[in-house]
């Protein structure tokens, strides 16, 4: 009786999915320093390292198989070309939409109400701003925000939502996926002669 009772109160949740949805929520990558002046920093583009830290995790995702069935940007100019560029590494080919739930001003209700006008897609990805994606994220799978996740730039978060709640998967910033691509070219053993 109380496991049926769970089961339906899940299904009321917002973000109860039946089939499975992976949503990825991606930070801008590398725009330099901040500007003080917000209609010259909304147009701050991607510093070198920035770029390469697309290219590094966009081949992270192609190797996992991540395959995104649509990506949505915040439309400032650092989070459309980190989406751009992470999505030409992952051979997608369609137009990166843009939201402005993925803004730095957007509030928690219109994130909810972007992520519910995808539900019917497996993969999603979403590049946004810090702080609203590791709140967005705490919210995500808590229920209530309690969770600290700490989102460095050009960090990618999965989580499943057919969970209830959410389950955050796993969380990779470019430092953790240089490290692992770094590790996997050198063996673990150490090196003896045969003579």
Known sequence: MLRSTFKERAKTSP????????????????????????????????????????????????????????????????CLQTAQFVGTELGYDTKVEVSSALGPDADYISFQRLIEKYVDRDDVLMVGHNPNLFKFIGRIITGNGAAGVRMRKGSV??????????????????????????????SSRPKTSRK
Not at 39 to 53: F, H, N, P, S, V
């Open 15 to 78: 973000f109860y999915h039946p089939d499975p949805m992976n949503l990825y929520l991606m930070r801008h990558a590398n725009a330099g320093l901040s500007r003080g002046n917000p209609t010259l920093d909304a147009k701050r583009g991607l510093i070198k390292e920035g770029k390469d830290q697309c290219m590094l995790m966009g081949r992270l995702l192609g190797s996992m198989k991540v395959q995104p069935e649509v990506i949505i940007s915040s439309p400032l100019k650092r």
């Open 157 to 186: 978060a999965r989580i499943d939502m057919s969970k209830h709640p959410p389950l955050l998967q796993w969380l990779v910033d470019p430092r953790m996926a240089r490290s692992i691509y770094e590790s996997v070219g050198k």
